[in-house]
């Protein structure tokens, strides 16, 4: 199955962006792997700065420590690309932007630097929703660079639809 395409996320984007506005609800994100393409879905939408406040990309983890206040302890015993560090991303997104909804990307997009135990195509997510506890899903994406990277970004605003609706 090919990735998403552009016109696909933006369509996924509007639709959640119409769910935010319906409760008066502002998002925002804190994107590793995915270099900020969440947020630029989100903006490509006519009206969206009604319900997208902003985008955090944080691709090292001293901007992880820096901007999303995840703790060093974190990053040493589980890694970037864990989801203690999506949790603790997710969390740190909405206490910057004092936001209604959050979610944050930490993944292996590739070629390189996969492992046995985190290989290229593994994505780990935090969404923070309303009063809901923080949530931690790990995937596994199939191709290329940009097709991971494509279908995180997918995943994501997908699973944030399902949370709103």
Known sequence: MPAPSQEQLEQLARELGDSLAERGWLMS??????GGWIAQCMTAIAGSSGWFEAGIVSYSNAAKMNFLN????????????????????VAGARTATHTDVAVAVTGV?????????KPVGLVWFGFSVGA???QAIAQHFPGERREIRARTVEFALQELIRALS
């Open 132 to 134: 809901q506890p923080v």
């Open 109 to 117: 997009a590739g070629p390189g630097g996969g492992t046995d135990e």
């Open 70 to 89: 995840v703790n060093p302890m974190t990053l040493e015993r589980h890694g970037a690309v864990s989801g203690e560090t999506a949790s603790e991303m």
């Open 29 to 34: 994100t804190a994107e590793s792997c995915t």
